[in-house]
């Protein structure tokens, strides 16, 4: 009896054309095709989200660890000692308890 359709060739490939392209076979290859593809891209979506985590958590870090380096020259020279000589060096008073104001940032 000769084969009908498009796949008229004889032997294995010609019976896994004729499974693999039936109407009942192929959407369903086809759907598990396209689900495999989606699954690829967004993990590979997930891999570059996480890269750009990563680089922002870097920089938050570095923008804390200069806040950190800010804070302390701040406090040295708002010390006791700093303006005590300061006030020699320019021949001012030193300056009491009542008189230093720090100026709280916005």
Known sequence: MPKSGPFK?????????????????FP?????MVIGVLFVLFRMKSVEMDYKISEVNKKIRKIEM?????EATK??????????????KYELQEPKQNQI???PES
């Open 9 to 25: 060739e004889k032997g294995i490939a010609g019976h896994f054309f004729q499974i693999f392209f039936s109407a009942k076979i």
């Open 28 to 32: 369903l290859c086809l759907f598990l």
């Open 66 to 70: 200069k806040n950190k380096q800010l």
């Open 75 to 88: 406090a040295k020279l708002l010390s006791i000692k700093n303006l005590r000589r300061m006030a020699h």
């Open 101 to 103: 104001i720090i100026i």
